[in-house]
C-alpha cells in the first residue's frame, strides 16, 4: 500500500495535499480503493458547493458497495476531475496523482494541522 509522506490524511481514508496557494487537492487513498474494489462510477458535488469538515463531498461507488466522500476541510469546490466520469478507474490506478477528485479553496488553513501524517494513517490502516 502506498502513502506518500508528503500528503495529509483522514481518519475516513481521504488524502488531502496542500497545493500552497490557498487551496488543496483531495481523493481517497491506496487503502480506501483497495476495500472498495474496483471503482464503476464518482459523483462529486459542483464546482462552487461550499462544505464544512466532515461533510459529504460526493461518493464512490464499486461493484458490491457505496462509500461516502468526507470533506477533510472546512472549504469550497473550485475544480472536480471531470475525467472521473468516463473513466472512474483511474481512482483504482493512480488514486494519488490523477485518481485525484476535488480542489477546495480552503476556509480555515489550521485544520490542516489536525489531520494524520503519512506515518499516523499507515498506523491507522496497519
Known amino acids: 500500500m502506498s ?3 508528503d500528503l495529509k490524511y483522514t481518519r475516513e481514508h481521504e488524502w488531502v495535499k496542500d497545493n500552497g496557494d490557498g487551496t ?6 491506496d487503502f480506501a480503493q483497495g476495500e472498495l474494489g474496483d471503482i464503476v462510477f464518482v459523483e462529486l458535488d459542483d464546482e462552487g458547493s461550499e462544505f464544512s ?3 459529504t463531498f460526493g461518493t464512490v461507488e464499486a461493484v458490491k458497495t457505496v462509500s461516502d466522500l468526507f470533506a477533510p476541510l472546512d472549504g469550497e469546490i473550485v475544480e472536480i476531475n471531470e475525467a472521473l466520469e468516463d473513466n472512474p478507474e483511474v481512482v483504482n490506478d493512480d488514486p494519488y496523482g490523477e485518481g485525484w477528485m476535488i480542489k477546495i479553496k480552503i476556509s480555515d488553513a489550521s485544520q490542516m494541522e489536525g489531520l494524520l501524517s503519512a506515518d499516523e494513517y499507515q498506523e491507522l490502516t496497519a
Not at 488543496?24 to 487513498?29: R, Y
Open 24 to 29: 488543496a487537492t483531495v481523493g481517497i487513498t
Open 53 to 55: 469538515k466532515d461533510d
Open 3 to 5: 502513502t506518500p509522506a
